[in-house]
C-alpha cells in the first residue's frame, strides 16, 4: 500500500507566499512522475505542474513564473513553491504520483487527500 500526504497549506494574503509538501510513503519500490494538481469550488480539478523523475518540470501558463516544482528522490517527495498568489490560486490542493510498488513493477496513479490553499485579497 502507499500513501501521499500533503502538508504546507493555508491563508495567506495575496502576493504572499506557501511551500506545499507532498510525501510518499508505503511499500514503495520506484517513484515516476510526480504532479501537483487544484480543484477550486466549482471548478474541475486542474493540473498546476508536474516534475518527472529526472528532474524535467512543466508548468499551468497559469502559474508560471511564480510557483516552482521540485522533488527529493531519497525522500519520495515532491515540492511546491507558490510565490506571488493571487485570490484565484484559491483551491484544494492535491499531489498525484506513479509509483511501483514492491508486489508489482507496474506504474500506478496514487493521490494525496488535498490540503486547502486560500489567498486572500
Known amino acids: 500500500q502507499v500513501q501521499l500526504v500533503e502538508s504546507g497549506g493555508g491563508l495567506v494574503q495575496a502576493g504572499g507566499s506557501l511551500r506545499l509538501s507532498c510525501a510518499a510513503s508505503?511499500?514503495?519500490?520506484?517513484?515516476?512522475?510526480m504532479a501537483w494538481y487544484r480543484q477550486a469550488p466549482g471548478k474541475q480539478r486542474e493540473l498546476v505542474a508536474i516534475?518527472?523523475?529526472?528532474?524535467?518540470?512543466n508548468y499551468a501558463d497559469s502559474v508560471k513564473g511564480r510557483f516552482t516544482i521540485s522533488r527529493d528522490n531519497a525522500k519520495n517527495t515532491a515540492y511546491l513553491q507558490m510565490n506571488s498568489l493571487k485570490p484565484e490560486d484559491t483551491a484544494v490542493y492535491y499531489c498525484?504520483?506513479?509509483?511501483?510498488?514492491?508486489?508489482?513493477?507496474?506504474?500506478?496513479?496514487?493521490w494525496g487527500q488535498g490540503t486547502q490553499v486560500t489567498v486572500s485579497s
Open positions: 498525484k504520483a506513479g509509483v511501483a510498488t514492491t508486489m508489482s513493477l507496474r506504474l500506478y496513479d496514487y
Open positions: 508505503g511499500s514503495i519500490s520506484s517513484v515516476n512522475a
Open positions: 516534475i518527472t523523475s529526472g528532474g524535467s518540470t
